[in-house]
């Protein structure tokens, strides 16, 4: 299905991770800009952190803060890869309405590199975050976790998840998603007291690879299909309802829902776009982290 598209910024420095700030902006990150930008409607971008590396995932903090899921420095480029000029392991950011950046909770578990990917609070206020492993090296790829950050910083491994972790966000029945971007599927893990259940497949993308995604208020899912130039809309029971088109060459990479309008991050094309849908976001958790490792 095509819906009618609406520009809301152009320019972006491969563009993923939108979030909603509250007063009508979003947090969007730049990943081949190594920074975080505030994009407002109707105005031009600006710079809200200057980060380094390689900025894949973000998600608002109680205070507003913006966390970002910083790779190191890494991103798809064509058939191959760009590097980051600034690069190094990859690590969970903070950045404060001042500016100030800072690295938050301690070394991330498992075998080096760390490519941090996505995130999201946690209703304990802790910090879940994907590591996607070492996605440069497909071939000999390491299987991926999902790590959680206390909010006093400590840090440990919930799950392994092989195939490329990516997205994650809790949905409406209160479990923890996680896209696998290989396989193509969607895993459901029950929370419980701050552990994770075994995981469920629920859906599979028909097309295109699980990147970032959100949920409405009735528990449905929004999913885009990176290399799929897609959005997919499922059901609470996990039965596709619609395939929303993005255009060719667009890579949607992430999306969040605000004011009835689902706004989409088109890497390829350096955009922030919005489609009306007529839904509600689904309230999401928050927290914020207080032990910093470094600040720069």
């Known amino acids: 299905m095509t819906r009618e ?32 930008a505030r994009v407002t409607p109707g105005a031009d971008p ?18 507003g803060e913006v966390y970002v899921a910083n790779n190191g420095g890494l991103s798809a480029q064509g058939t191959d890869y760009w590097h980051a000029p600034r690069s190094f ?5 903070r950045v404060d309405p001042d500016g100030s950046v800072a690295v938050v909770g301690g070394p991330l578990p498992g075998t080096a590199p760390h490519r941090p990917n996505d995130l999201c609070f946690a209703p304990d206020g802790s910090l879940l975050v994907t590591d996607s492993a070492n996605w440069e090296d497909l071939r000999n790829l390491n299987p991926g ?11 440990g491994q919930l799950a392994e998840l092989a195939a490329l972790p990516n997205g994650i966000g809790f949905g409406a029945d209160g479990r923890l998603y996680v896209a696998q ?19 469920e497949v629920f859906c599979r993308l028909q097309a295109g690879m699980p990147d970032g995604f959100c949920f409405d208020r009735d528990g449905c899912l929004y999913v885009c299909g990176s290399i799929g130039n897609a959005i997919h809309i499922y059901e609470p029971g996990g039965e596709l309802r619609e395939t929303i088109e993005t255009g060719d060459g667009s ?11 689902l706004f989409v991050t088109l890497a390829i094309h350096g ?11 689904l309230p999401l958790h928050t927290g914020s982290i207080d032990a910093v490792a470094s600040r720069r």
Do not use: K
């Open 5 to 36: 598209r609406r520009l809301v910024a152009a320019g972006l420095r491969f563009p993923e991770g939108p979030s909603a700030l509250g007063d009508g902006s979003f947090a969007v990150v730049e990943m081949q800009g190594e920074a975080v």
């Open 46 to 63: 600006v710079t809200l952190g200057d980060l380094g590396g390689g900025p894949n995932g973000s998600a608002v903090g109680a205070s």
């Open 89 to 93: 392991d990859g690590c969970v950011q």
């Open 145 to 155: 976790r999902i790590v959680r950050i206390a909010p006093d910083g400590a840090t």
């Open 181 to 199: 971007s290989l396989t193509r599927r969607i895993h459901a893990y029950a929370w419980t007291g701050g552990e994770l259940g075994e995981p």
């Open 251 to 261: 890579q949607p990479t992430n999306c969040c829902l605000h004011d009835g309008s």
């Open 271 to 281: 955009e922030l776009v919005a489609f009306e849908v007529g839904a509600q976001a």
